[in-house]
T-cell receptor, first 116, second 114 residues
C-alpha cells in the first residue's frame, strides 16, 4: 500500500546534538512538507519542497534544515540551534502540480522528539 | 495574516447524538480549499472531509457534513450519530492556490460519552 513512513517513532536529543528525522513516501507525490505540533497549537509549517533539489522555508524554519535529493525522501535535521525542539513532528506529501494543490495532504504517523 | 480560529477547545457529545464543531478562517484569496482533519490518540492525521470554496453545496461524507458560509468565512463540521471512535482532536485547515501550506486551527478535542 502507498503511504508515508516516518522514522523513528521516538527520538531523544542531547544538548548540542543534531538529529535527523526520516520521511519517505511511495505515493509518487511531488510536494513534501514538515510540520511541528505543540500542545494546544495547531500544526505549523517548518519547510516544504515542491520538486527535487528545491525547498522553501515555512513559518518556523529557524534551527531546522532539510534536503530533497530524491522525490521519495525529505529528511529533516533538527540542529543544536533549535533551543526548544521538544514536539511532535509530522511529514506530509501531496500532488501540487497544476490544480493539484486542491488535493489533500497525506500525513505520516509522526516522530516525537524529546530532550534528554 | 491568514488564520484559522477554532473557538471550542473541548466539546463533549453523547453516543448517537449530533455535535457541531465550529471554525472560522480569514483569507483574502478567492480560490481555496477547506479541510477537516481528525487526529485520534494514535496522532495520525486523517482527512475527514473537504470543501471547495467555489462550490455552494455543502460537502457530506457519511455521518460527517459541513456548513460552509463563504461570506461569513465559516466552516463548521457536523457529526451525526456520534460513535466512540469519533473521539479525537479535530483540526480545521485551509489551503490556497498561492500558498503550498495548510493553515491549521488550534483544534477541538471531542469527547464521546456513553
Amino acid at each position: 500500500d502507498g503511504g508515508i513512513t516516518q522514522s523513528p517513532k521516538y527520538l531523544f536529543r542531547k544538548e548540542g546534538q543534531n538529529v535527523t528525522l526520516s520521511c519517505e513516501q511511495n505515493l509518487n507525490h511531488d510536494a513534501m512538507y514538515w510540520y511541528r505540533q505543540d500542545p494546544g497549537q495547531g500544526l505549523r509549517l517548518i519547510y516544504y519542497s515542491q520538486i527535487v533539489n528545491d525547498f522553501q522555508k515555512g513559518d518556523i524554519a529557524e534551527g531546522y534544515s532539510v534536503s530533497r535529493e530524491k522525490k521519495e525522501s525529505f529528511p529533516l535535521t533538527v540542529t543544536s540551534a533549535q533551543k526548544n525542539p521538544t514536539a511532535f513532528y509530522l511529514c506530509a506529501s501531496s500532488t501540487d502540480r497544476g490544480r493539484g494543490w486542491r488535493q489533500p495532504q497525506h500525513f505520516g504517523d509522526g516522530t516525537r522528539l524529546s530532550i534528554l | 495574516a491568514q488564520t484559522v480560529t477554532q473557538s471550542q477547545p473541548e466539546m463533549s457529545v453523547q453516543e448517537a447524538e449530533t455535535v457541531t464543531l465550529s471554525c472560522t478562517y480569514d483569507t483574502s484569496e478567492s480560490d481555496y480549499y477547506l479541510f477537516w482533519y481528525k487526529q485520534p490518540p494514535s496522532r495520525q492525521m486523517i482527512l475527514v472531509i473537504r470543501q471547495e470554496a467555489y462550490k455552494q453545496q455543502n460537502a457530506t461524507e457519511n455521518r460527517f457534513s459541513v456548513n460552509f458560509q463563504k461570506a461569513a468565512k465559516s466552516f463548521s463540521l457536523k457529526i451525526s450519530d456520534s460513535q466512540l471512535g469519533d473521539a479525537a482532536m479535530y483540526f480545521c485547515a485551509y489551503r490556497t492556490g498561492t500558498a503550498s501550506k495548510l493553515t491549521f486551527g488550534t483544534g477541538t478535542r471531542l469527547q464521546v460519552t456513553l
